[in-house]
C-alpha cells in the first residue's frame, strides 16, 4: 500500500494513508474546494473532535459537529451541510459496514462492479465520485480486485484526471490543468 501524498500536509496525508474512513471523508468534502482543502478536513475532523471513528462522528451532536466544520480554518466552505454529510456517511459507514469503512471494498472479496454499487449506494457519492474513489484505491493499491480500473471508467486509465492520480506535487499541476481544461471545454 503506497503512502497518499494529496494535501501536502504531513499530518493530513498520513491519517489518508493510514485510515480508510478519513479517506472516505476526503473524498466526501471534495467538491467546490480545492482537492488539497477537501482531503485535509478529516485531519481537522481529528484535532477537533480527538479522533475520526464513524462511530464517534455518527453520534456526535449535530450543532457540535457544526460548530467543530466551521472553526477556522473551516473544514469545508460550506460547513453545516458538508457537517450534515459527513455526519450522514459516518452513520452509514457504523450501521452498514460495522464501524469499518474498508469493508466496503474487501468484505466478502468484491470485485470492481460490486465496491462501484457499494460506494455509490453511500450518502454523498454519486456515480463520478464513486468512480473516481475505486480509481484512488487501485491505482494506490488499496484494492487489487478484479475489474476495478473497468468500473472506474476513464478514472481508472492511466493519466491525470482526479485526485486518483496525485502522487507529488508535479501530478497535483497536471490534474489541476486537466480539470481546468475540462471545465473550459464545457463552458466553450
Known amino acids: ?67 467543530v466544520f466551521k472553526q477556522q480554518p473551516a473544514v469545508h466552505r460550506y460547513p453545516g451541510s458538508m457537517a450534515g454529510r459527513v455526519q450522514a456517511l459516518a452513520t452509514a459507514v457504523q450501521e452498514e459496514w460495522g464501524g469499518d469503512a474498508s469493508a466496503i471494498w474487501t468484505r466478502d472479496d468484491p470485485d470492481g462492479a460490486e ?3 457499494r460506494l455509490k449506494a453511500l450518502p ?17 493499491d488499496r484494492y487489487t480486485g478484479p475489474g476495478w480500473r473497468e468500473a472506474a471508467g476513464a478514472y481508472g486509465e492511466d493519466g491525470y484526471r482526479s485526485v486518483a492520480d496525485i502522487t507529488d506535487p508535479e501530478s497535483l499541476t497536471k490534474v489541476r490543468a486537466y480539470k481546468q481544461a ?7
Open 124 to 140: 454523498g457519492f454519486g456515480d463520478q465520485k464513486a468512480r473516481i474513489f475505486l480509481a484512488l484505491l487501485g491505482k494506490r
Open 1 to 67: 500500500m503506497t503512502d497518499l501524498h494529496i494535501t501536502g500536509d504531513e499530518a493530513a496525508d498520513a491519517l489518508l494513508s493510514s485510515d480508510p474512513f478519513a479517506l472516505l471523508v476526503g473524498m466526501l468534502l471534495d467538491q467546490q474546494v480545492a482537492m488539497e482543502t477537501a482531503f485535509a478536513g478529516p485531519e481537522k475532523i481529528r484535532e477537533r473532535l480527538g479522533g475520526i471513528d464513524p462511530a464517534a462522528v455518527a453520534g456526535e451532536d449535530p450543532e457540535h459537529l457544526t460548530a
Open 115 to 117: 465496491v462501484l454499487r
Open 182 to 188: 475540462q471545465k473550459a471545454a464545457a463552458k466553450g
